[in-house]
């Protein structure tokens, strides 16, 4: 993972960055409320939306494990560089049971981290943990390797699933031809989809 960081940071203008503000763009939001970004990481995507929405307050959880050069630490402090502190909250938790109250959230993200949670091969399991938190009328955008078999298994059963799970609208786009990357990238994310919907 740390090979992959460190190519994304140092080709293609920081590819990274590209895919925050693709999901944040996709998100076409108001900007009203409360938001949540699922496997923060560093905290950039939470930083983001805070920078780009000023009058929402976001929170950010990941579970900060072994083998990530993360930690809470370092969310805050890049919070506080970005003069977003005040709005923007990071906790330790797991996108498996998300340690909030049904419909708290008007918009939930999430940047390549649902297929990590490997304990939970049905990753509609991990949709509907995102649907409880989120407020009738809310928005999610998720941002994964969706169209790997490995993780997500067959994409119209997928999706199949995905549209009986009471959704007022689903989508499923590929990434890479929104991102354009280079052959290297294109290759790696080569599964790469934006998985959007409304409560």
């Known amino acids: 993972m740390l090979i992959i960081y460190v190519l994304l940071n140092n080709n293609d203008k920081n590819i990274q960055h590209k895919f925050w503000d693709l ?5 076409n939001w108001k900007g009203l409320g409360r938001a949540l970004d699922i496997g923060t990481g ?11 929405f000023p009058e929402i ?3 950010g959880i990941d579970n900060w494990g072994i083998g990530w050069n993360y930690s809470q630490k370092q969310c805050e402090s ?10 923007v909250k990071f906790i330790k ?11 708290e959230f008007d918009l939930v993200v999430s940047n390549f981290v649902l297929h990590e949670v490997r304990n939970i ?38 999706m199949s699933k995905m549209q009986k ?17 280079s052959k290297i990238f294109s290759k790696m994310f080569k599964a790469a989809g934006i998985l959007f919907g409304i409560k």
């Open 78 to 87: 890049n919070a506080k560089l970005a003069g977003v502190q005040d709005r």
């Open 121 to 158: 091969k049905n990753k509609v399991l991990l949709i509907q943990e995102i649907l409880r938190i989120l407020k009738p009328g809310g928005k999610f955008l998720v941002q994964d390797e969706i169209y790997n078999k490995k993780h997500y298994g067959d994409i119209e059963q997928f």
């Open 165 to 181: 799970i009471g959704l007022k609208k689903i989508t499923l786009e590929r990434t890479p031809k929104e991102v354009n990357f």
């Open 42 to 52: 560093a905290g950039a995507l939470a930083i983001k939306l805070a920078m780009k």
């Open 57 to 59: 307050e976001v929170i």
């Open 23 to 27: 999901i944040v763009e996709r998100a």
């Open 93 to 103: 938790a797991s996108a498996e049971n998300i340690p909030f109250e049904n419909e």
